[in-house]
DNA sequence: TCGAGACTGTTATATTTTTTTCACAATTTT
DNA sequence: AAAATTGTGAAAAAAATATAACAGTCTCGA
């Protein structure tokens, strides 16, 4: 445990179990912004991590520092070892695995993923798109195949809070609900579709599109069908060294969206998520943050 | 503090000609182990290099700073963007939108949260958790709750292509299956839980527990009291400029170790594969790849 | 539900360290 | 030799740290 070879980003990790939540609180910042936010003064790291002054003072002993400045010196002394050796690059995710190791690789193709699909989003269809799911007066769809369905949902639970007037359709359902057939020329449908496309969900798109409702579509980077029947296409890359491919980056887009559309509803929001919550609060389903 | 696009290191170079012998020689010393050195006190500095306490003092005013603490605490600064890595700083993902367009600040923060996740995975644990959870001798649980359901789910989802012998349960739902009270010792639970944790993940945690069953949870970077019963924890960030949190790079995790636990079993779960390609094409569900 | 105990922030103070500045002598440079 | 530079020693000022006492809060078990 006192080895040399361990650096007190391990010591304060290893610890981080026996620690309590303000202590927790505090290790986790300075792992933040490791190790600058550690040598500044005290004072400074402790309104970082929106601690008292003496919560500092009583972790750093009793993480085995006769005090602050003896954890400050270990620090420097770490940063020095650091810039002198030979490893300097900080190119592994999980440092402390091999770059061969799936969890840098994945990570590697996520990180990819990400970067190639962001670069050829267009701001303005995105922004326009969130324009369309936020307005409340149109009646909002949201439809998910086998694979993105748990997509669509993760979708519609927070759309739900944020806006009234929608559906959850699941495009694989033996039964659609009979008044999507009756969608108007206002309406919105948001379609996930990704390999392999499913036929249903071709259907729904279709029908959409004939009564005329705008059609938001996130697909992966070869298109599904519906993008010939939609009015915004995101195509996300979904590539990882798995025999499946990868939602982390649809996920982020949609993220995205719920953000943006939350902000453009806020006001209504506020209030929802309110009610929201004291709701949970009267039953008791959820714990007191600890 | 002039110049936001120079080092400090650079800033020193610059002026390297019009300093004197005994400040040149203090530059020099700070250049040889940077920025480590410019992090301590000013007496240690002042030793290190072989010039007295007054000619740091002089030396530092010089270069333009108000006084050594300032010198030091730009130092830090330098070393917090530094830190940050190449990827999550200096570049726009969304290329043509202005950095400050939510696409480009969500990114961001979701990049960071990936960053500071994957920093303090221990592969091995991952590794262990990944072999536990591909052993098709014992049954697996999935749990999800309110929020994590989704992911939960999309987890089963691949589970049951590679593994028999798996349920899924929602730590929300009123009736948990019988069977989950007779869980053998030898039997894992997957279980998400994040903020705001849910008595009743709680609660079947415990069960699981009792019964001496492994646990391998997912949560947040607070840890939900779940953890105290885990035998591994994956705690993920899960900041986001949003009303909500993000569980983009929980989701990361979840294909990840996907992948990783298909690699495992890959003989079963290739006839599996199989099975499922040939009940698609006879269920005509899918189009063809076009 | 209640109470003991642990945890944390607040406030205050003592202590230590660090920084800044000074005057002046020694040394080097020009 | 004059001027600039540098170190020495010291001391004042400022900042940072360590510690204590205490009250409010939360947790957990009875």
């Given at each position: 445990m006192t080895d040399a070879a361990q650096t007190i980003s391990d010591r304060i990790q290893e610890k981080l179990d026996h620690l309590t939540r303000a202590e927790r609180q505090l290790a986790l910042s300075i792992l933040e912004n490791y190790p600058a936010s550690g040598l500044g003064p005290l004072s400074a790291l402790a309104k970082d991590a929106n601690v008292s002054v003496p919560t500092v003072a009583r972790m750093v002993q009793k993480l085995g520092y006769k005090g602050y400045p003896d954890f400050q010196s270990e620090l420097r002394e770490e940063l020095r070892a650091k810039a002198k050796g030979p490893i300097a690059k900080h190119e592994t995710w999980a440092e402390a695995a091999p770059s061969e190791h799936l969890l840098n690789r994945f990570t590697d193709a996520v990180i990819d993923n990400i970067r190639l699909t962001l670069g050829q989003i267009d701001p303005d269809a995105f922004d326009e798109a969130c324009a369309l799911v936020a307005d409340p007066s149109r009646h909002l769809f949201i439809a998910g195949g086998r694979i993105t369905h748990t997509l669509a949902e993760y979708f519609f639970m927070h759309m739900q809070v944020i806006r009234p007037n929608l559906t959850h359709v699941q495009s694989t359902s033996s039964t659609w609900p009979h008044y999507l057939l009756n969608a108007k020329e206002d309406d919105v449908f948001v379609i996930f579709d990704v390999r392999r496309y499913e036929n249903n969900t071709l259907k729904l798109a279709e029908i959409a599109h004939a009564r005329g409702a705008k059609i938001v579509l996130f697909t992966d980077?070869?298109?599904?069908?519906?993008h010939h029947l939609a009015d915004i296409t995101f195509s996300c890359r979904i590539i990882a060294p798995s025999a499946w491919d990868s939602t982390t980056t649809t996920m982020l887009l949609v993220e995205t969206m719920i953000s943006s559309v939350q902000n453009l509803n806020w006001d209504e929001t506020k209030e929802r998520m309110e009610h929201l919550e004291e709701m949970f609060d009267q039953t008791k389903l959820f714990r007191k943050f600890t």
């Amino acid at each position: 445990m006192t080895d040399a070879a361990q650096t007190i980003s391990d010591r304060i990790q290893e610890k981080l179990d026996h620690l309590t939540r303000a202590e927790r609180q505090l290790a986790l910042s300075i792992l933040e912004n490791y190790p600058a936010s550690g040598l500044g003064p005290l004072s400074a790291l402790a309104k970082d991590a929106n601690v008292s002054v003496p919560t500092v003072a009583r972790m750093v002993q009793k993480l085995g520092y006769k005090g602050y400045p003896d954890f400050q010196s270990e620090l420097r002394e770490e940063l020095r070892a650091k810039a002198k050796g030979p490893i300097a690059k900080h190119e592994t995710w999980a440092e402390a695995a091999p770059s061969e190791h799936l969890l840098n690789r994945f990570t590697d193709a996520v990180i990819d993923n990400i970067r190639l699909t962001l670069g050829q989003i267009d701001p303005d269809a995105f922004d326009e798109a969130c324009a369309l799911v936020a307005d409340p007066s149109r009646h909002l769809f949201i439809a998910g195949g086998r694979i993105t369905h748990t997509l669509a949902e993760y979708f519609f639970m927070h759309m739900q809070v944020i806006r009234p007037n929608l559906t959850h359709v699941q495009s694989t359902s033996s039964t659609w609900p009979h008044y999507l057939l009756n969608a108007k020329e206002d309406d919105v449908f948001v379609i996930f579709d990704v390999r392999r496309y499913e036929n249903n969900t071709l259907k729904l798109a279709e029908i959409a599109h004939a009564r005329g409702a705008k059609i938001v579509l996130f697909t992966d980077q070869w298109r599904s069908p519906v993008h010939h029947l939609a009015d915004i296409t995101f195509s996300c890359r979904i590539i990882a060294p798995s025999a499946w491919d990868s939602t982390t980056t649809t996920m982020l887009l949609v993220e995205t969206m719920i953000s943006s559309v939350q902000n453009l509803n806020w006001d209504e929001t506020k209030e929802r998520m309110e009610h929201l919550e004291e709701m949970f609060d009267q039953t008791k389903l959820f714990r007191k943050f600890t």
